[in-house]
């Protein structure tokens, strides 16, 4: 699986919307490009997927670039409920996944 | 998305004891995972488990130190034997999605503290 590159923390201001950024330039054509946060004391939750294409749910969006090598995450209006670890991680279809450092986030009153 | 438990959610342990970790999901699921976190770290996955045959094990972990049980696609257990402080870490069960989806869910996690 292709490794991802993430800055190690970052802070927002509540009610403004969190742009996180992700390197993967070694992505492969069928690797997808996922994203999960983990909220202290609890399991990874899943957020978005996406291969090429823009996404949304929710949650959030997903902006992949035309040659895939970067990604970004967004948060509309993020609330100090998403203070979290975010993990962006690339990966097969089905694949298992691979967990590196990921974005410390701090939403800020 | 899959409602995930695992027991028990934390505990303490001496040195030389195993401690087997459950973990229920309530829907049947063909594919779930073990994961390690280390404190102050990220996830590390152990161990792939399918109902009906052996757990394929990752680089670093072996089945005599993580025997892994998988008797019916709801649940499966996973056993750290032998333990040592360094097996101190939070243990979590994942499992996938919905056919045709991606994403993966998973449990609360077990804390262990082994002294």
């Known amino acids: 699986d292709a490794k991802t590159t993430q800055p190690t923390s970052m802070d927002c201001a509540e009610g403004r919307a969190a742009n996180l950024p992700c390197n993967h330039s070694t992505i492969s054509g069928n690797e997808y490009v996922y994203w999960y946060r983990q909220i202290h004391s609890q399991g990874p939750q899943y957020i978005i997927h996406g291969l090429k294409n823009n996404e949304t749910n929710e949650m959030a969006s997903l902006i992949i670039t035309e040659d895939r090598k970067s990604s970004t995450l967004i948060l509309p209006h993020a609330t100090l409920r998403d203070t979290a670890v975010y993990y962006c991680?690339?990966?097969?279809?089905?694949?298992?996944?691979?967990f590196g450092g990921g974005t410390r986030v701090l939403v800020k009153p | 998305s899959a409602v995930i438990s695992q027991k028990p959610s934390r505990d303490i342990c001496q040195r030389g004891t195993s401690l087997t970790i459950q973990c229920q999901v309530d829907?049947?699921?063909?594919?779930m995972f073990w994961y390690r976190q280390q404190p102050g770290q990220s996830l590390t996955l152990i161990a792939t488990a399918n109902q009906g045959s052996e757990a394929t094990y990752e680089s670093g972990f072996v089945i005599d130190k993580f025997p892994i049980s998988r008797p019916n696609l709801t649940f499966s257990t996973l056993t750290v034997s032998n333990m040592s402080p360094e097996d101190s870490s939070i243990y979590l069960c994942?499992?996938?999605?919905?056919?045709?989806?991606?994403?993966?869910?998973f449990g609360p996690g077990t804390r262990l503290t082994v002294t």
């Open positions: 991680i690339v990966s097969g279809a089905g694949n298992k996944l691979t």
């Open positions: 994942s499992v996938e999605g919905n056919a045709g989806t991606y994403e993966q869910y």
């Open positions: 829907s049947q699921v063909t594919m």
